[in-house]
Each structure stands twice: as structure tokens, then as C-alpha cells.
């Protein structure tokens, strides 16, 4: 079975700055995505990135950008210009190709972006 | 579009009552999602449904059963509601799995069983 796990329960981050949210996971599939979920207090869970094992590139979108690290199983989120609306809490979630879509969601990780 | 919409968006119960929230999707996908949310565990899956008529059991479905006999809806029901029942249900649909697998969410219910 396929688990996810965010070690970080709590982050802050100065506006302007950088900020990085570290996700592991575990699974003996090879072919398969990661995604990263942001949850603002509106409780509406909105996709901020994708990646897919098979590509060596790491995704990017906008100030979002991942570090996937297939060998080590490893799928960080980095988060640059920091900005008061990326307040939230960030889910990590993993799905494995060829399942029935089902998402496998880690514990996720609250960040506060400060003034 | 409205996207995934959720019905009812909070709700109180006593323990013992029974209880159905409705997910409706108006994106014609074939795959929805039901999960709870719970503090420090993530979202979970409680059930789920690969099209019209099917439906398949999540990580934790005790307590719950679901229908769809629609394609566009896919409900939930609690037949006798437990404290241990209280959380935010997510709702989600996405089109058959392929090179892109997002999964769209509802807003969420609240959900209290005192």
C-alpha cells in the first residue's frame, strides 16, 4: 500500500521570502503522479502542481516549483515570493497509474505567510 | 460550469440519526470521490465510483454506503450517525484516469454528530 507523509504539521514564512514543504512517500509502483494540493481557510482544495514520475524535469507553475527526487521518494514543494494569499494548508497526494483515480492524500502542512 | 457542488455545506445530527449528502457534478466525468477530512490524518476515502451504477469501497467505508444511479450525482448517506463520524466530506470527480487525473473538489460539509 501507498503512503504519504508530510513531517512538517506547522510552517511560517516571511512575505517576499522563500519557503520549501517537504513530502515522502512510499510505493513499489513506477509509474505513477504527485500532486500538490493547497487548502485556504475557504476549505476549497485547489490543484497547485502536478508531476509525473516518468518525467526527470521538475514541474514549475508560476512561484510553485517541486523537487522530485524519484530514487530517494521524495516530492518537496518550494514556494518562492511568498505571498500573503498562499496562506493555507498544503496537501501532497499520490496516485498511481492504471488505479481507479484514487488519490492518497498526506497529513499536509499549514503555512502562515507573515507581513 | 458550477464545478462540484455539495448539499448541504454544514449539518448538525444526535447520534442514531441518519443522514444524506448529496455531490453533483455538471462536468460529465465518470469517476467521483467521496473522503473525510480529520486533523493531522489528511483527506481519507470512504467511497468511490468509476461511472453510473458502480460504486467501490475506500480506506475507511464503515459507517457509510453510497449510490450512484445518476451520472452527474453520487451520494452519501450515514444510516446512524457517531461522534466519531464528525468531519469535513469532500466530494470530488475526475474524467476516467489518462495522462491528466486532476480531481475537482466540492466545497465541503461540515458535518457534527453530537
Known amino acids: 500500500a501507498q503512503t504519504v507523509t508530510q513531517s512538517q504539521p506547522e510552517m511560517s514564512v516571511q512575505e517576499a521570502e522563500t519557503v520549501t514543504l517537504s513530502c515522502t512517500y512510499d510505493?513499489?509502483?513506477?509509474?505513477?503522479?504527485l500532486f500538490w494540493y493547497k487548502q485556504p481557510p475557504s476549505r476549497q482544495m485547489i490543484l497547485v502542481i502536478r508531476?509525473?514520475?516518468?518525467?526527470?524535469q521538475n514541474a514549475t507553475e508560476n512561484r510553485f516549483s517541486v523537487n522530485f527526487q524519484k530514487a530517494a521518494k521524495s516530492f518537496s514543494l518550494k514556494i518562492s515570493d511568498s505571498q500573503l494569499g498562499d496562506t493555507a494548508m498544503y496537501f501532497c497526494?499520490?496516485?498511481?497509474?492504471?488505479?481507479?483515480?484514487?488519490?492518497?492524500f498526506g497529513q499536509g502542512t499549514t503555512l502562515q505567510v507573515k507581513p | 460550469n458550477a464545478g462540484v457542488t455539495q448539499t448541504p455545506k454544514f449539518r448538525v445530527l444526535k447520534t442514531g440519526q441518519s443522514m444524506t449528502l448529496l455531490c453533483a457534478q455538471d462536468?460529465?466525468?465518470?469517476?467521483m470521490y467521496w473522503y473525510r477530512q480529520d486533523p493531522g490524518m489528511g483527506l481519507r476515502l470512504i467511497h468511490y465510483?468509476?461511472?453510473?451504477?458502480?460504486?467501490a469501497k475506500g480506506e475507511v467505508p464503515d459507517g457509510y454506503n453510497v449510490s450512484r444511479l445518476k451520472k452527474q450525482n453520487f451520494l452519501l448517506g450515514l444510516e446512524s450517525a457517531a461522534p466519531s463520524q464528525t468531519s469535513v466530506y469532500f466530494c470530488?470527480?475526475?474524467?476516467?484516469?489518462?495522462?491528466?487525473?486532476?480531481?475537482?473538489f466540492g466545497p465541503g460539509t461540515r458535518l457534527t454528530v453530537l
Open positions: 465510483s468509476v461511472g453510473e451504477g458502480t460504486t
Open positions: 470530488a470527480s475526475s474524467r476516467r484516469p489518462s495522462s491528466y487525473n486532476e480531481q475537482f
Open positions: 510505493t513499489s509502483e513506477n509509474n505513477y503522479y
Open positions: 497526494a499520490f496516485l498511481a497509474m492504471g488505479n481507479t483515480g484514487k488519490l492518497i
Open positions: 462536468m460529465n466525468h465518470e469517476y
Open positions: 508531476q509525473e514520475a516518468y518525467k526527470q
